[in-house]
């Protein structure tokens, strides 16, 4: 049982780094970003050149390594998320929202496809593996690169519900989901806090993504396309546009998957855990801790 | 309007320069004097992609041995080869471009999947196909009269499995398979061979969905009946994950993965610790086959590569076309298709040819490999 619950944590906070982005742009520009599962693909490829070009300096320490990858990437792929902002949405920015939805799907497209033709169609292979030692916690199997890999995806999440509760740059992320509109008039920089809000968000998926990669290991050009659907469905069930809950519905996603499999079998797993998004969907559409839409209007 | 004119009129001058077209290539394939055309679909892009130039080369190779040697009937083999991506949209297309460049005889497929869609238009335009790769026995299940197997079947790999597992002294086995055509095939027979009496027991049959990096959820639910063996039937990449991640899961048994897994990334990416010791069910591979080492140095020479899974079946899958064209005196499909059904004996890699009823082999010459040194060697060749 404490097997189930520690597999399914693992997986949702992979869910939720991914999620994040989501529900942060949906938030604020009411965008679905379809292109978001695929910054994390970006993130994997580029920590995974990142290494490679580190060569031989890896082996020696291969979890320090593997971190400053992290943030470099993180740097990456946000900029990699700036450049998406400013050449497929902004310029399509008051036009119908059906327009921006397909834009998205393009984009996410040209990021698999460039891949494709970048790196080639062949699986690759981490050159760093986190593999360590299992210890036994209240009967479940834990390693410490599990313990790390979580580690640091609740230390981003911390630093972010931070930024957006305590900042003034959070505190404009939030003004301009209420209404951009007035904000323009109160002088905030709307395009700015929107890439800015772009930038994490990518960052966010890039960091999962070398995470990812470091943990698992292969790694390929359409790697971004199922959890990109994944942290979308954790998105809706915690409450799309709102952050502690999409935390929360990433890691209630993670735990559905893990005891579908234990209750009703592997090939049942995802009728199981999509079942339970248009489940949400139809008793409670805006999501565990989602707010009412008509407040938001 | 004046468009719209245009447009029909544009229109119907490409329709009457592509039944020209048609009229020109369609009298080519009566005259005897000129190259005789194989296509091939198989996997250049997409997950299986590793595959392809492997199967490309391989019937290249016995092509040019077949014209060095003057053609077939004085006539000069071709190959082409179209990309299928182990997708079966890109593959029914890909099949279709060949149909229209008038191809005498198929010599493609790689995954049963997305090979099924392309089956019923190479019959319906009376194309023999010798499948060297694609193996589920989905793939027969239609009785067409133009397609063939070179490569064993799905239940001859099962009986295969079950065999080893006996002989290995497994008792509880779990079989696992992705729900594509091709590995839930192999899955569920095996499935049904272990549930006859004597002989290891089932401990449990499951799938997981390709494409996927964690699968720790479906492991638990394996590891929950006990198994001390677990049997793979899908693709190299979740079948390295799954591997990796099982012995995560402090699982010390048993692993085998089916002929689909049989590549050097599956070791790659299980890491050589995790992989060291599995078993995998495979149909005989170059540097498996007695007395093949002539043949992997003339490849090797040629291409500047090791030789890899599926190289010598294709070779073989050309050598049979041309035996069966040979035979039928001309490319006509149902003659050749008749040809082909009455060969016996025509020696191929894995042994002397004759095709059962069902247009498959009648020996399906699988053997068991096992990872060693972080390379697939033979083990038991199951005679």
């Not at chain 2, 290539?25 to 996997?43: E, F, N, Q, R, W």
């Not at chain 2, 500047?304 to 079946?313: D, L, R």
């Not at chain 2, 004759?354 to 060697?377: D, E, M, R, Y």
Request: aromatic share 8%; charged share 15%.
């Amino acid at each position: 049982m404490s097997q189930l619950i520690w597999n399914g944590l693992f997986v949702g906070s992979f869910y939720a780094l991914v999620a994040l982005g989501y529900t942060m742009v949906y938030g604020i520009i009411k965008l679905l970003n379809f292109a978001h599962g695929d910054l994390y693909m970006l993130g994997a490829f580029t920590g995974f050149a990142m290494l490679g070009a580190m060569g031989g300096l890896v082996r020696s320490s291969s979890l320090v390594a593997l971190l400053v990858v992290l943030v470099l990437t993180m740097v990456t792929t946000g900029l990699g998320g700036l450049v998406i902002e400013r050449v497929a949405y902004r310029p399509l920015r008051g036009m119908p929202r059906l327009s921006l939805l397909i834009t998205a799907v393009g984009a996410s497209f040209a990021l698999e496809y460039g891949t494709r033709i970048a790196a080639g169609p062949n699986p690759r292979v981490y050159p760093v593996r986190l593999d360590g030692a299992a210890v036994d916690v209240l009967g479940a199997r834990v390693t410490m690169q599990q313990l790390v890999l979580m580690a640091v995806s609740a230390a981003l999440m911390v630093a972010l519900a931070v930024f957006i509760g305590r900042t003034q740059q959070g505190r404009a992320m939030r003004a301009i989901a209420l209404d951009p509109k007035a904000c323009l008039l109160m002088g905030i920089n709307v395009d700015a806090i929107i890439a800015r809000t772009f930038f994490i968000g990518s960052a966010m998926a890039g960091a999962a993504g070398v995470m990812a990669g470091g943990y698992y290991g292969k790694i390929d050009f359409l790697m971004g396309f199922i959890i990109g659907l994944k942290a979308f469905t954790a998105a809706v069930i915690g409450g799309i546009g709102n952050v502690p809950g999409t935390m929360l519905g990433a890691l209630v996603l993670g735990l559905l998957e893990s005891f579908g499999t234990h209750w009703v079998g592997g090939e049942w797993r995802d009728v199981f855990a999509f079942g339970f998004l248009i489940l949400f969907l139809t008793v409670r559409p805006t999501g565990l801790l989602g707010e009412r839409v008509t407040e938001r209007v | 309007m004046k468009k719209i004119a245009l447009g029909a009129v544009l229109g119907a001058a490409t329709l009457a320069v592509s039944a020209c077209g048609q009229g020109v290539l369609g009298s080519d394939k009566t005259d005897d004097s000129g190259p005789i055309a194989l296509g091939m679909v198989v996997p250049l892009s997409g997950s299986s992609a590793d595959i392809g130039p492997y199967m490309k080369n391989g019937a290249q190779m016995a092509i040019d041995e077949i014209n060095a040697k003057g053609g077939v009937d004085g006539r000069k083999l071709q190959l082409r080869v179209e990309d299928g991506a182990c997708d079966p949209k890109t593959e029914v297309a890909a099949a279709n471009k060949l149909i229209a460049a008038k191809i005498a005889v198929s010599v493609g497929g790689y995954c049963s999947g997305s090979a099924l869609p392309t089956l019923p238009l190479f019959d319906r335009n009376k194309i023999p196909m010798i499948i060297p790769a694609a193996n589920s026995t989905e793939l027969v299940e239609q009785k067409l009269k133009h397609v063939f197997l070179i490569n064993g079947t799905g239940d001859q790999q099962a009986a295969a499995a079950v065999s080893w597992m006996g002989k290995d002294g497994a008792k509880k086995v779990a079989v696992l398979h992705d729900n594509t055509s091709y590995s839930k095939d192999i899955a569920t027979r095996t499935a049904t061979g272990l549930d006859q009496p004597g002989g290891p027991d089932k401990a449990a049959l499951d799938a997981v969905t390709p494409g996927e990096s964690d699968y720790s959820a479906n492991i638990a639910s394996v590891l929950k009946t006990k198994p001390d063996f677990v049997y793979w039937t899908g693709y190299y990449q979740e079948g390295g994950l799954i591997l990796r991640q099982l012995r995560q899961a402090g699982y010390t048994g048993k692993f085998m993965v089916g002929d689909g897994s049989v590549d050097a990334k599956l070791i790659k990416i299980a890491g050589d610790k995790a992989a060291e010791g599995a078993y995998a069910t495979m149909t005989q591979t170059p540097d498996t086959i007695e007395g093949a080492g002539g043949w992997v140095a003339n490849y090797k020479k040629k291409f500047g590569a090791e030789p890899g899974p599926y190289s010598t079946q294709s070779y073989d899958a050309v050598r049979v076309a041309a035996e069966g064209i040979t035979k039928a005196g001309g490319t006509d499909g149902d003659k050749v298709a008749k040809a082909l059904e009455a060969i016996d004996g025509f020696p191929i890699f894995s042994g002397p040819l004759k095709f059962t009823p069902q247009h498959t082999l009648s020996n399906g010459g699988f053997v068991i490999l096992v990872v060693k040194n972080g390379a697939f060697t033979l083990r038991d060749a199951l005679k």
